[in-house]
């Protein structure tokens, strides 16, 4: 079978401790992976596949052994692997690209696939003008920030972020943000201003919300925020021709 698919993904949020079945859900996640490897070229992460992620200069965090160990075997089976930092792994550095091999992105990355431009990003931090927010992402992406967080012993500082993590999602879980409608959800409103600089991208895609919206901006202009991992398994694949979001129903836990 001709590998001619390229898949997108994001928030699976590995290891969150407000979920029971994080080792189920690992198991799923690896289980699509080995699904996709037989047509896919190319598999995008767009942020957020850790709830909690950061590298010491000699340490990582514990578990996701069978994950990383498909990642790898996908990568060494040359499936291009592009990993994109969200709010909840911003501290991947430079391990998982020696280890695995994957291509990682701090940034909104353009690219071609085809012949189609293609504007691909986590998507926190892009038309959210909350000042709490932006604050927050400041103190994280700051380098001496991120070093002085590195003099907290491992034990300490996973913990503390695994804290912070789980209160967060049971924020998230307590009060859901649903979809705002096309003229107030803010990664919408992005995608259009974007757009009138850069009409000639033809798709936009982006995670960190936790909806599935497939939207048509313009007669050739279209947007996906592609969903999770905690409820809705879901995913976006382009085959050259077509770009669909389509959901993993085929798991069993047993």
């Given amino acids: 079978m001709a590998r001619d698919k390229v898949y997108f993904v994001s928030d699976i949020h590995l290891g969150s401790a407000v979920f029971e079945d994080t080792r189920i859900r690992e198991k ?27 590298e010491y200069k000699r340490t990582v965090p514990q578990g996701y052994t069978r994950f990383l160990g498909k990642l790898a075997e996908l990568s060494d089976d040359g499936i291009e692997i592009h990993y994109f930092t969200g709010n909840h792994d911003i501290w991947v550095f430079d391990y998982l690209p020696q280890e695995i091999g994957l291509i990682l992105h701090k940034k909104p990355f353009v690219t071609e696939i085809g012949n189609k431009t293609f504007y691909l990003a986590h998507g926190d931090g892009l038309g959210d003008n909350s000042h709490s927010f932006k604050l927050i992402r400041r103190i994280f992406h700051n380098r001496i920030c991120q070093k002085l967080f590195c003099l907290l012993h491992p034990d300490w500082g996973i913990g503390l972020a695994h804290y912070w993590a789980k209160h967060s999602r049971l924020k998230e879980l307590a009060h859901p943000a649903p979809y705002f409608g096309e003229e107030k959800e803010h990664l919408v409103l992005y995608a259009k201003e974007y757009l009138k600089t850069h009409p000639e991208t033809d798709y936009l895609l982006f995670g960190h919300r936790h909806i599935m919206l497939d939207l048509m901006l313009s007669h050739h202009n279209r947007m996906m925020i592609i969903g999770d991992w905690l409820q809705y398994f879901s995913y976006a694949v382009f085959d050259g021709e077509k770009l669909t979001l389509e959901q993993f129903a085929d798991f069993s836990p047993e």
């Fill in 28 to 54: 799923r996640f690896v289980l699509w992976l080995e699904t996709i490897r037989k047509d896919a070229k190319a598999l995008y992460l767009l942020g957020d596949i850790f709830d909690f992620w950061f």
